[in-house]
């Protein structure tokens, strides 16, 4: 077996060229991957990079489900990701077949799912959102229509309250975004009291109740840059904390604290990817991605309908089994 090279940043480097490999990483990536990446982005912007990209190879720096919705988008390309067991704590709470049996027992419901799922969870929906678009969607779907979100519960029950807008929602959460401690949230917010609290809609009710912003990972990012506060609570997963301060780097920014005294508000799927199994990845193109094409046809039609709706155009919901012509 060949060593681990000692530069692996540069070999990193020099394999992305050599492969004409795009590296895709998430905001919740360790920061020297993202200071690696091509892009760094939420899994509105991953999803676009990858739906645009001209490399041959995507090397996936994030958790399962965004590398399968890489090769959803790009059948002939090689989808590769650093782990495979990278997995979503969310996703795991949407099993394929009880979702199946859920939606039977609802046929006149459109199901809207959150990228944040399996591509099986995928080709079983009508729509899929991220949390940048989730509201926008909804909000373009007639009023009488009636909707199944899924898997997110915090998620879909943010959307219902904003949007004034009943939909029956999956029970499922992400392990990080449910252990913010409101508790110690308002105790920082007596020893802060210049800061903001912003906080992502994946949060408990209770939690977001106290913030001041709410938004997707780009948007919370925006937040910062924008806003004169020089301070800032953020309640989402801790690594996205690089990036706001890279791009902020006068603000003064609190990591929102977990239940208890773990390192809950890291995702120990994301925090599975590393440097040396990035580079293994590159140099071996293993792990790849791969799913049945009748599988992943079926998952791209909801993901083209997120492209429509988001970019403005039209979109109208297939009729229910129960309306008639």
């Known amino acids: ?11 990193i480097v020099r394999l992305k060229k050599a492969r004409n490999a795009v590296l895709l990483a998430h905001f919740y990536q360790e920061s020297e991957i993202q200071d690696l990446a091509d892009f760094v982005e939420d899994s509105l912007g991953l999803a676009r990079k990858a ?44 099993p394929p077949e009880a979702f199946s049996r859920f939606k039977a027992q609802h046929p006149d419901h459109l199901v809207i799912s959150y990228i944040n799922c399996t591509a ?28 199944i979100f899924a898997p997110d519960k915090n998620l879909g ?7 004034n807008r009943p939909m029956l929602l999956w029970n499922g959460t992400c392990i990080v975004h449910e252990i913010f401690s409101e508790k110690k949230i308002v105790q920082l917010k007596v020893q802060h009291p210049q800061a ?38 953020v309640v989402t997963e801790a690594g996205i904390l690089h990036q706001m301060s890279k791009q902020s780097p006068e603000k003064k920014l609190i990591p ?9 508000n890291e995702c120990p799927h994301m925090k599975r990817n590393t440097l040396e199994k990035l580079y293994l990845c590159l140099r071996d193109l293993q792990p790849e991605i ?20 988001t970019d403005g155009n039209s979109f109208s919901p297939r009729p229910s089994p129960t309306t008639k012509p």
């Not at 899929?128 to 229509?145: G, H």
């Open 196 to 233: 903001k609290v912003i906080a992502h809609p994946e949060c408990e009710a209770r939690v977001l109740q106290h913030a001041d912003f709410i938004g997707s990972t780009s948007k919370l990012l925006q937040f910062v840059q924008q806003d004169p506060a020089p301070e800032f609570i």
């Open 120 to 147: 099986a969870i995928k080709a079983m929906s009508d729509i899929i959102c991220t949390s940048s678009n989730a509201e926008k969607i909804v909000a373009q779907l007639p009023r009488d229509q009636p909707i």
């Open 157 to 163: 029950a943010y959307l219902v309250k904003k949007l």
């Open 256 to 264: 929102a604290p977990p239940d208890g005294n773990c390192a809950c």
């Open 51 to 94: 739906q645009a990209t001209q490399a041959d190879v995507i090397v996936f720096a994030g958790v399962h489900f965004m590398a399968e919705t890489a090769k959803i988008l790009n059948p002939s390309k090689k989808v590769v990701i650093p782990d495979l067991e990278a997995g979503c704590s969310l996703a795991d709470s949407c």
């Open 1 to 11: 077996m060949n060593a681990i090279p000692t530069d692996l940043e540069g070999e």
């Open 290 to 309: 791969t799913m049945p094409e009748e599988q992943r046809l079926a998952a791209l039609k909801p993901m083209l309908r997120m492209f429509e709706m």
